[in-house]
């Protein structure tokens, strides 16, 4: 989204073509013609050839919302993912994280204090899409990171006994901090399997992050978490899948187009991003940056 108003060296694209503007707006070129004819778009005609202002069209896309709208500070509020966590330091984007699980990053994302919330919420139907719209929210996009592998996570010494949630039962497991997307799907798994947390033993610590859940089964504080399969393999855990989850990115939309925002979106364009996604295993990137919900 909004490649093409991205600074180009030392100067900004002053004009976008029609094709570049069905790209941002995710339409085809024939609407924009359409919007165009209506005089429902910023546009000019330069020597017969339909183009549009890139300052004005940034400002149409904003709204007059935007003018007035308090900066949010450059914070990426929301779930704990290890790629993500990586990029933005090996971006050197300086946006500061804030990993409380999703329902607190939707809920700073909600007040204004965070620029973008990293989220993996569980619906009936899909991940995120439902947990975002029902909040009202006004100038947010959500965005496409990566689509995640999914599963307990579990020790070498237990791996002949735990194969599937049911297996659970009476076995010590690491359990991550409430409000977090991987709760609310364990949660979830264990109904479905006959099962609660009472029928659990619980680990001594409650994991906050993806690598701290891997690591207290490592440590051998538990027999099992629910983690994705990137976080088993440097702590050489089996893995035993159970879902594919979407991890989305909830971002403002003046937000979207500040240098912070704009650095990392363009280092997860790199080659380096790419192998370091394969690297880590358990990655699927084909709808990395597709637009998966836009406020009204």
Known sequence: MGDALQDT????LQFLTTKEVADLLRVKERKVYDLAAANEIPHRRITGKLLF???ELRSWIEGPAAATAAERP???A???DPLLDWAV???GCGLAMLCN???????RFATGDAALAGLHLPEEIGWNVESVSRLNLKEAVLVGWATRKRGLLVSREAATTIRSVADLKGKRVALRQPGTGTALLFSR???EAGLSEADLTIGPATAHTENDAASAVAAGEAEAALGIE????PFKLRFVPLAEECFDLLIDRRSYFTPPVQTLFAFARTQEFQDKAAALGGYDLEGHGDVRWLSA
């Open 101 to 107: 699980g999703s329902a607190d990053g939707l809920s």
């Open 189 to 191: 798994l264990l109904a």
């Open 78 to 80: 929301g779930s704990h």
């Open 9 to 12: 060296g030392t100067q900004q």
């Open 89 to 91: 330091h090996a971006s």
């Open 230 to 233: 990137t976080a088993a393999k």
């Open 74 to 76: 450059g914070v990426l």
């Open 53 to 55: 202002p890139a300052a």
